[in-house]
């Protein structure tokens, strides 16, 4: 069965986050989300929004936060195809996104996009100033990932 792009809404966005993503929550925001369909099923989505790393948001670029499918080959390399080109259609000039260091990224390669930076296992998001509580990712190496013009 061939797969199509949808649009999808944040909210059926993150419930199919919440029930198919094996390390993640859905993020708590997006600008936009997109969605892959074999036939009437749901099968795979993204969801874009500004970036987590500050220093990242100049107000032209967003980050893909989450893709996750059920499985489907291809749709995840489809889905990032799709964000970028939608997110070039509003403006903006680059998108990104973050692997760890167990994923291969062929998805990300297989929709064109370039491997841009080895990040280091980061110590975890908790300061003093804001206590947060540890979701088991800290200490992971990623790489950075764009598409950009």
Not at 39 to 67: F, I, K, Q, S, W
């Amino acid at each position: 069965m061939s797969l199509e792009l949808v649009p999808v809404d944040y909210r059926d966005a993150a419930r199919f986050v919440d029930i198919h993503h094996r390390h993640h929550r859905p993020p708590p925001g997006h600008k936009f989300s997109v969605g892959v369909v074999a036939g009437e099923t749901l099968v795979g989505v993204a969801m874009v929004g500004r970036p987590v790393a500050r220093h990242l948001d100049d107000g032209r670029t967003l980050e893909v936060n989450r893709t996750c499918t059920d499985g489907h080959a291809n749709a995840n390399s489809m889905l990032y195809g799709a964000a970028w080109r939608a997110a070039k259609a509003m403006g903006y000039r680059r998108l990104i996104t973050y692997t760890q260091a167990d994923e291969s990224g062929s998805s990300l390669r297989g929709a064109g996009w370039l491997a841009v930076a080895e990040l280091p296992p980061r110590l975890g998001w908790w300061t003093p100033s804001r206590p947060r509580d540890d979701r088991g990712l800290d200490g992971v190496a990623r790489t950075l990932w764009e598409a950009a013009t």
